[in-house]
């Protein structure tokens, strides 16, 4: 029986488990270090290290065997090296014909983990075998397609990989337990030092000086994602509220841009939606990022919007849907998101909808038209020939800054 010798592609012995381990807790507290003081006093401690936990809890490696599968294939084995052939190192090297069986193991986990040696001295030899995404790949080479000889070689590669990964176990266990702990000390640590530096500056008898430019609302990290653990919300006696992060900004318009992708590829499908059939495809795919938060025709102030998402029962993003039937109507819809938008909204974004008309010219119109709202304060980008961002003030409150973009789409036409 051989092994194959591609490479000799080799599991656990890239490092010691605990030189994986140690630099994600440290990565834990110094990301706890550097979290923003004005969140971290707000914010619930308990409520706090569990997000921590939870963001640096390792997930251990589970096989799934009953989903391991192999495949058979021709090849040839060198016998150059086999005392039988004689092979005196002139010509050809003695070939013959053999099986090859390659094994996919699937499972579940931290892949890194089986690149690291058990912290505990382990002599034995390393496991061959190679990670392609979440499948454990090895080979075993018979020179007689015999069950007898493969099944064994087989079976002892997978108790090898199962054996060795059981040595991490409790380590892993050890180490995801604790971090609770560790994150709820270092918590408290912190916000007792934040406290006593505002106790010294407040001892000294002086104003305590406002920096300019902090903002009155804290951001959340991240819109929750599938498989992402949930951010802990503020203590409700606080008056922060949260708002959508740039790059989740940016995430959702990239999603709404790819559907229309989707639209361009399959124009058949689309040619005659109307708006509120077009608003459905995109929030389809909206609710698969954000877990079922994006919703249609929701009321929100003074009239109903196309596209809302809320976080901890707050508006973070509100979209219109509007095909281009002119300046006017477009104007008419710009006025209508803003008026729709509450003042906590901080993110908005127009979605229109090109047909039967020139691209080209109704993307020249979309600046001027924008700019003569009087609610525009300035021009913040041109992100791509069809998208725009600006910033705009709130109708009924001329110092609260919105961030509007505008997305034009060429959409499919039956005619």
Request: net charge negative; hydrophobic share 35%.
């Amino acid at each position: 029986m051989y092994r194959s010798g591609r490479d000799r592609n080799l599991l656990f012995v890239k490092q010691d488990l605990r030189n994986y381990i140690d630099p994600i807790s440290q990565e834990m507290l110094s990301e706890i270090a550097d979290y923003d003081k004005n969140s971290l006093l707000n914010t619930s401690s308990d409520d706090l290290a569990k997000y921590f936990a939870d963001k640096y809890f390792l997930e251990f490696i589970n096989i799934i065997e009953d989903e391991i599968s192999a495949e058979e294939q021709e090849t040839k084995i060198d016998m150059s090296n086999n005392f039988d052939y004689l092979y005196d190192g002139i010509g050809p090297r003695p070939l013959v014909d053999a099986t090859k069986i390659t094994v996919r193991v699937p499972f579940t986990g931290q892949r890194e983990i089986l690149y690291c040696n058990p912290n505990q001295a382990y002599m034995a030899p390393p496991v061959e075998g190679e990670i392609e995404g979440n499948l454990v790949v090895f080979s075993v080479i018979g020179q007689h397609p015999d069950p007898a000889q493969f099944k064994p070689e087989i079976d002892n590669r997978i108790k090898q990989i199962k054996d060795r990964l059981e040595m991490m176990r409790d380590d892993v266990n050890n180490y995801n337990n604790g971090l609770l702990a560790q994150a709820t000390n270092s918590i408290n640590a912190r916000k007792e030092k934040l406290k006593s530096n505002n106790s010294l500056v407040a001892s000294l008898g002086y104003k305590l000086h406002k920096r300019d430019g902090t903002p009155k609302t804290y951001s959340v990290p991240e819109v929750r994602r599938k498989l992402k653990p949930p951010t802990p919300s503020t203590e409700p006696a606080t008056q922060l509220d949260p708002s959508l992060d740039d790059t989740e900004f940016d995430h959702i318009l990239d999603v709404v841009s790819n559907m229309v992708l989707v639209m361009e590829r399959s124009p058949k499908t689309f040619e005659n939606l109307d708006e509120e059939n077009i608003r459905d495809h995109f929030l389809v795919q909206l609710n698969g990022q954000y877990e079922g938060q994006a919703t249609g025709e929701t009321f929100n102030n003074v009239g109903k919007t196309d596209i809302l998402i809320r976080q901890d029962g707050k508006n973070i993003f509100v979209a219109e849907c509007k095909f281009w039937r002119g300046a006017e109507q477009f104007l008419e819809g710009l006025n209508q998101l803003l008026s729709y938008s509450t003042w906590r909204d901080g993110k908005l974004a127009l979605l229109v909808f090109n047909r039967n008309k020139n691209f080209s010219e109704v993307i020249k119109q979309v600046s001027q038209l924008v700019e003569s709202n009087e609610n525009f304060i300035k021009t913040l980008e041109q992100k791509s020939e069809s998208e725009f961002q600006f910033k705009m003030s709130h109708p009924s409150d001329k110092e609260k800054h919105l961030t509007l973009a505008v997305l034009l789409f060429d959409v499919p036409s039956d005619h």
